[in-house]
């Protein structure tokens, strides 16, 4: 009943040191994120407010969802700049267009789209798996992003408690793949168990990247992230 008294606290100034969530789906109106551009503003004042300046919208790409292509985000994308720009002031909130590619069936395609994958800054690709199941070739469907001249960044690994345990994951940041851990983990939103992994693979200095993979203004106020 009164789990919200345990939660732990996170700093956005020690986690995302320039200000910037490197994981949210901000973008309206494309995935299971926000669906409008108020819903949006609404997100992005409550980022504001935990000390954050700025944010990689990373839509998912994945076949659910299979109007999403970078010619289309692209497209959404500017769209809701000008609509930041016009209700916040210029240069008050910066985005960058970025993308959560899943490993499925269409990933091989998604990937190599319009010749190039939408990507983090640095050159880095998100990628995420299923929750429950490891797909056939999921480990060669990384290295081939890596192969492309990319860095691989699976984001929040600590979430897939079920299929990778702390050596798979050592293994995987041995083979160059970055990982990109959510904030919400560490202030157990996830869960105790999800938490626990995820201050563990900190504590070991797994983490490259931290994000908020914020989908709501309720789950922007439960991630307890403060300046």
């Given at each position: 009943m009164f789990d919200f008294l345990l939660r732990t606290k996170a700093h956005s100034k020690q986690l995302l040191p320039d200000g910037v969530d490197m994981h949210s789906h901000i973008l309206p109106g494309v995935d299971d994120g926000s669906p409008d551009a108020e819903t949006s503003l609404t997100i992005i004042r409550h980022l504001i407010q935990s000390g954050l300046s700025g944010a990689c919208c990373t839509p998912h790409i994945m076949l659910r969802y299979p109007g999403n292509t970078p010619a289309s985000l692209r497209q959404r994308f500017d769209t809701f700049r000008?609509?930041?720009?016009?209700?916040?002031?210029?240069?008050?909130?910066?985005?960058?267009?970025a993308a959560e590619y899943m490993i499925d069936e269409g990933f091989a395609?998604?990937?190599?789209?319009?010749?190039?994958?939408?990507?983090?800054?640095?050159?880095?690709?998100?990628?995420?798996?299923?929750?429950?199941?490891?797909?056939?070739?999921?480990?060669?469907a990384l290295l081939s992003v890596r192969d492309l001249g990319y860095t691989p960044v699976l984001a929040h690994p600590e979430r897939y408690i079920r299929l990778l345990d702390t050596d798979d994951l050592r293994s995987i940041v041995a083979q160059g793949i970055q990982l990109q851990g959510n904030i919400g983990s560490l202030t157990g939103l996830y869960g105790k168990p999800i938490q626990q992994r995820a201050n563990e693979l900190r504590a070991l200095g797994l983490y490259t990247l931290w994000g908020t993979d914020v989908h709501s203004p309720g789950m922007a106020r439960r991630l307890h992230l403060n300046p």
């Open positions: 000008q609509t930041i720009d016009q209700h916040l002031g210029p240069g008050t909130f910066h985005l960058h267009l395609t998604a990937i190599r789209a319009e010749g190039a994958p939408l990507r983090l800054p640095g050159e880095r690709v998100l990628i995420e798996l299923p929750q429950y199941l490891l797909p056939d070739g999921w480990m060669d």
